[in-house]
């Protein structure tokens, strides 16, 4: 008996998926090892109502993410399809699953907050990235913070990634959970077994 492939795709990346909650809040967490899937998640957290489409995405990261995709069969992409997502994110990479969301309407505004090894007040400014216009502007950390009161229009994506670059002092740690507490949906990339 064959096996349909967008079947197949679908139940490989919720397999790859491990769903929990975080905070008093209980904020639907979703954690995998490839960060690609984040894109299916904040579909699958559109689709449940978790999250509003627009949402603010902030992504807590080493490394921006945003690449445009060379393949382009994700610019018709029905969002509510979750077999048609799980096939678009496996074709995705981990430097570009950004760019598609923001390009779908799924997200709004990314704010990549990237670490500074040598800037004790990296949480002070970070980037506001405008896939439209194409610029990236820093803007105070607080101010983005005191806007956001819907907790169902952010997205925070961590990578684990933004801890190994001497980002590991309790200030850090409690920074990003101050930021976690603000979602409405969190996603987070887990460390990978021996890297």
Request: with cysteine.
């Amino acid at each position: 008996m064959d096996e349909n492939p967008a079947e197949f795709q679908a139940e490989k990346i919720l397999r790859a998926i491990k769903k929990t909650t975080f905070g008093r809040n209980e904020i639907p967490t979703y954690l995998f090892d490839s960060h690609n899937i984040a894109f299916y998640c904040w579909a699958d957290g559109l689709k449940q109502n978790i999250i509003t489409r627009g949402s603010t995405l902030i992504h807590i990261d080493t490394h921006f993410d945003g690449n445009y995709p060379l393949d382009t069969s994700y610019l018709n992409l029905n969002l509510a399809n979750l077999q048609r997502v799980a096939e678009i994110t496996n074709r995705l990479s981990i430097f570009n699953f950004i760019a598609p969301a923001q390009v779908l309407g799924l997200v709004d505004n990314v704010v990549w907050i990237s670490p500074r090894e040598f800037d004790e007040k990296q949480f002070e400014y970070t980037a506001v990235v405008d896939h439209k216009e194409e610029i990236i502007t820093s803007i105070s950390l607080k101010s983005i913070l005191a806007k956001l009161n819907q907790p169902a229009s952010v997205i925070v994506d961590v990578d684990i990634d933004y801890f190994m670059h001497g980002n590991t002092a309790e200030e850090d740690f409690s920074q990003v959970r101050e930021v976690m507490n603000k979602a409405g949906l969190i996603t987070r990339q887990r460390p990978l077994l021996g890297g």
